[in-house]
């Protein structure tokens, strides 16, 4: 998502927009946190113009408003009291920026130059790390979801633990990307991970740093049944779940299991849910500031006679809810599981001069009949009782469901 530098340094001027400048007076310095004043500064009509144009420049970088930042920066490392001396401006920046975005959205933030290049190495296939996702949830608690036999699951750490410290390191109020990053190390090395269970009690692990192989598809057989496991979407996502569908038998129900699913690419879940829908099937809409723009299906691919059950769960957020509303909503699939998280955001990554990045909300997202969830979720079709979330519970579900209709199988909501 690299753009030019001028681009970049705009971005970053409006992410900032006036609305940064920092209150002297209510600074939290002395614990590294920097709030945005409530204000906003109104750029004035006699700002400086280039003697060459008789227009302002690109970005407006002489308005009084960005000038004003800039001072107000300049003060604060030279004359604040409970500055540390080691502080820089651009930790000053820095830190002012994020607290401005985090603000705004929880999804949205503002990744430092290392951050972001450990965001990057996180996309390759294979990394040194404890194979564990991290998500946020609505109150920004950072929730725990270990793959299957990685290292964080081997070491006793369940799924949906509350993320506490890595390595004595507070997570707290830390970006999700960085938080991360500290999980990552060389193989064979250890990170002591504190984590809250569900029943409120801190516990310690210590897991070893190992090689993983993230696959965003796999298949697994349980009690006879195929199951498609999406751990998240990624561009190798369709293909992949394109080459798993293929010659599936018609009398053998497609099981798509997106409990956990975070999301990740959204153009790759639109394509993916393309395989199961009819041409000209709406799969998503997206609202932005320019406008609402529609996402269609093209020619299917699976037959649509074979039924087809989608698993969620409240770890099911962003890309993967967009998946499992297009085959819903379409009455393509039925699902089953619990509520969704409620991620309806699309979010854009915009790489900065400096090798920083923002992370912007810049659309939102609506199902294919028109919905809004963010912040609700998706319910599903027909839900397990809470408790009952093992693989074999849903599986149950699959066989009442489809004994119920005698093999005629909808995406009509049902009752539990």
Request: proline share 5%; hydrophobic share 40%.
């Amino acid at each position: 998502m690299a753009i030019g530098s001028k681009r970049r340094l705009g971005a970053l001027l409006v992410a900032v927009l006036a609305g940064a400048l920092l209150s002297l007076s209510g600074l939290w310095l002395a614990h590294e946190r920097y709030a945005p004043a409530v204000s906003q500064a109104t750029p004035k009509s006699d700002s400086p113009k280039p003697a060459s144009e008789g227009r302002k420049p690109a970005f407006g970088l002489d308005d009084a408003d960005i000038l004003l930042y800039v001072e107000a920066v300049a003060r604060i490392k030279d004359r604040a009291v409970r500055l540390r001396p080691d502080v820089t401006r651009a930790q000053i920046v820095e830190q002012s920026l994020r607290a401005y975005l985090a603000r705004k959205e929880l999804c949205c933030d503002y990744l430092s130059r290392e951050e972001y290049r450990r965001f990057k190495e996180s996309l390759n296939d294979r990394y040194v790390g404890i194979g564990m996702e991290i998500t946020q949830d609505r109150d920004g608690r950072m929730i725990c979801l270990p793959r299957p036999d990685g290292p964080a699951a081997r070491a006793g750490i369940a799924r949906g633990s509350e993320l506490r410290s890595i390595d004595g390191v507070r997570v707290d109020g830390k970006s999700i990307f960085g938080v991360a990053g500290m999980a990552r190390g060389k193989p064979g090395t250890e990170v002591r991970v504190a984590v809250a269970t569900k029943d409120g009690r801190e516990r310690e692990f210590s897991v070893a740093r190992e090689a993983v192989t993230q696959r965003s598809v796999s298949t697994r057989t349980v009690e006879g049944s195929p199951i498609i496991v999406l751990s998240h979407f990624s561009r190798d996502t369709k293909p992949a779940l394109a080459d798993a569908l293929k010659q599936w038998p018609r009398e053998v129900p497609i099981i798509v299991d997106l409990r956990g699913n975070g999301g990740g690419d959204l153009h790759a879940a639109i394509d993916s849910a393309m395989l199961f829908l009819d041409e000209g099937k709406r799969v998503v809409s997206v609202q932005t500031r320019k406008g609402t723009k529609a996402y269609d299906s093209r020619a299917p691919v699976v037959d649509r006679a074979i039924p087809l059950f989608v698993w969620q769960d409240e770890g099911t957020a962003s890309a993967a809810e967009v998946f499992i509303a297009a085959l819903t909503d379409n009455g393509r699939a039925v699902s089953i599981g619990r509520g969704t998280a409620g991620k309806a955001t699309w979010e854009e990554i915009i790489e900065l001069s400096d090798g920083s990045a923002l992370i912007l909300a810049i659309g939102n997202l609506q199902t294919p009949k028109g919905v809004r969830y963010e912040g609700k979720g998706l319910k599903p079709a027909y839900e397990v009782r809470e408790g009952a979330v093992d693989t074999p519970s849903y599986l149950t579900k699959v066989r009442e469901v489809s004994a119920a209709k005698g093999g005629e199988v909808t995406g009509r909501p049902g009752r539990s």
